[in-house]
């Protein structure tokens, strides 16, 4: 059994069994999964279990990754129109929670009219309410939206005030923030609705 464990250190604290699931799953089948740790504290660590060695061996390879957490609050954004903008994005997205960072794609042809998109949030909840706006149209395109495997690792932008409920402050420090530009109000948008057929 032991060759067929990991122990991950440095986790938030508000990592659940789910989060770390989808994340370790991309390694493997998951038996079992402990959280272990004091409570309080702002890191906790735990142990994952896979179904054979080679599994435990591959997951070995996301060693230093950023924290689990943070993977679960992303998510992973596919037939994004090409001329989005990040703050369009976080406005769109800000009726699932608090945003955090958003990052954008880029094209790898001139002409391409659709790209790639992460968006972070604040809560797991907004993350996985966000993954439910999937084929809803915007800017003309039917976007999807998937769980992310990956948290946003270069500069995103990071909204500090997006929601009705949210209060202004200070952007997180653990992320190349970007500010918004208070001259740019981005435009208010519908409640995202589906693509025709869909």
């Given at each position: 059994?032991?060759?067929?464990?990991i122990?991950?250190?440095?986790?938030?604290?508000?990592?659940?069994?789910?989060?770390?699931r989808?994340?370790?799953?991309?390694c493997?089948?998951?038996?079992?999964?402990r959280?272990?740790?004091?409570k309080?504290?702002?890191?906790?660590?735990?142990?994952?279990?896979?179904?054979d060695?080679?599994?435990?061996?591959?997951?070995?390879?996301?060693?230093?990754?950023?924290?689990?957490?943070?993977?679960?609050?992303?998510?992973?954004?596919?037939?994004?129109?090409?001329?989005?903008?990040?703050?369009?994005?976080?406005?769109?997205?800000?009726?699932?929670?608090?945003?955090?960072?958003?990052?954008?794609?880029?094209?790898?042809?001139?002409?391409?009219l659709?790209?790639?998109?992460?968006?972070?949030?604040?809560?797991?909840?907004?993350?996985?309410?966000?993954?439910?706006?999937?084929?809803?149209?915007?800017?003309?395109?039917?976007?999807?939206?998937?769980?992310?495997?990956?948290?946003?690792?270069?500069?995103?932008?990071?909204?500090?005030?997006?929601?009705?409920?949210?209060?202004?402050?200070?952007?997180?420090?653990?992320?190349?923030?970007?500010?918004?530009?208070?001259?740019h109000?981005?435009?208010?948008?519908?409640?995202?609705?589906?693509?025709?057929?869909?």
């Amino acid at each position: 059994m032991a060759d067929r464990t990991i122990y991950i250190g440095n986790v938030a604290s508000d990592a659940d069994e789910y989060t770390l699931r989808s994340i370790f799953e991309t390694c493997g089948q998951v038996t079992q999964i402990r959280i272990a740790g004091k409570k309080g504290l702002n890191t906790v660590y735990c142990f994952v279990e896979f179904a054979d060695a080679s599994q435990a061996y591959s997951a070995l390879a996301m060693n230093g990754l950023p924290d689990p957490s943070r993977v679960g609050r992303t998510v992973y954004l596919e037939n994004v129109a090409a001329d989005i903008d990040e703050q369009v994005l976080a406005e769109y997205f800000s009726a699932c929670g608090d945003v955090v960072a958003v990052r954008l794609g880029e094209k790898t042809v001139p002409q391409q009219l659709t790209i790639k998109a992460w968006i972070e949030f604040r809560s797991q909840h907004a993350a996985r309410t966000a993954r439910e706006y999937d084929q809803t149209m915007l800017q003309g395109s039917a976007i999807r939206v998937r769980s992310s495997k990956t948290a946003i690792h270069t500069n995103g932008l990071a909204p500090p005030r997006l929601t009705p409920n949210s209060s202004p402050g200070r952007p997180s420090q653990s992320l190349h923030n970007l500010p918004l530009d208070p001259s740019h109000s981005p435009p208010t948008l519908p409640h995202p609705h589906k693509g025709p057929g869909t």
